[in-house]
């Protein structure tokens, strides 16, 4: 849809700026029409944080999440997970334990619930994809529950990854990846991270 508005609200040259190129805008690269400059830098000059993939058996992932919940405990924390309904339900798991708050495409109240949340200096948010894009929590780290999941993509991962060290007083961040199988997508987006962070 941004493509089609895009070439018929724009006159003369058109510039995308975007982490992930889609598949269209590469194939234009490949036919020579468009021309890629990469800039793999992040304003502070930090690079991206590599998610460190973990993978097992549901409960284990659940032992491990709360493990990485306690282990960053000074932080904002977001947790990414595939569906609505598993972020209500996580929501509901969690709320005694830690605190914390759901954000999905469900949530009426989406822009309330995520200023709440950034006013918790070490809070918790537990969203879907729709905190993929657009949104900068400082100092947060990230753990993607089910990265294996099929709704998950490629561009959706490094998108959901890059949550993490966004901010010039900590620019490092953690970024786990939580998964039951081994994925291919997981691993393109854990190579394209690092290949972006060594050019």
């Known amino acids: 849809?941004?493509?089609?508005?895009?070439?018929?609200?724009?006159?003369?040259?058109?510039?995308?700026?975007?982490?992930?190129?889609?598949?269209?805008?590469?194939?234009?690269?490949?036919?020579?029409?468009?021309?890629?400059?990469?800039?793999?830098?992040?304003?502070?000059?930090?690079?991206?944080?590599?998610?460190?993939?973990?993978?097992?058996?549901?409960?284990s992932l659940w032992i491990r999440m709360l493990s990485w919940i306690r282990r960053n405990r000074d932080h904002p924390r977001i947790i990414f997970v595939p569906t609505i309904l598993q972020a209500e339900w996580f929501g509901?798991?969690?709320?005694?334990?830690?605190?914390?708050?759901?954000?999905?495409?469900?949530?009426?109240?989406?822009d309330e619930v995520i200023e709440a949340y950034r006013q918790e200096p070490a809070g918790i948010?537990?969203?879907?994809?729709?905190?993929e894009r657009g949104v900068t929590i400082k100092g947060a780290d990230v753990c993607i529950y089910g990265a294996d999941h099929p709704v998950f993509d490629e561009a959706g991962l490094v998108q959901m990854a890059g949550r993490a060290g966004r901010s010039f007083e900590r620019p490092t961040g953690e970024v786990?990846?939580?998964?039951?199988?081994?994925?291919?997508?997981?691993?393109?987006?854990?190579?394209?991270?690092?290949?972006a962070n060594k050019r």
């Open 125 to 131: 948010i537990i969203a879907t994809t729709v905190l």
């Open 1 to 59: 849809m941004l493509h089609g508005i895009a070439q018929t609200a724009c006159t003369g040259h058109t510039v995308y700026l975007t982490a992930t190129p889609d598949e269209q805008l590469m194939e234009r690269v490949r036919k020579g029409t468009l021309i890629q400059l990469t800039l793999n830098e992040r304003p502070h000059g930090h690079p991206l944080p590599v998610p460190e993939v973990k993978r097992g058996s549901a409960l």
């Open 92 to 110: 509901r798991l969690l709320k005694p334990l830690t605190g914390c708050c759901v954000c999905t495409s469900k949530t009426e109240n989406r």
């Open 176 to 195: 786990l990846f939580l998964l039951n199988e081994k994925s291919r997508t997981v691993d393109r987006c854990v190579r394209q991270i690092r290949e």
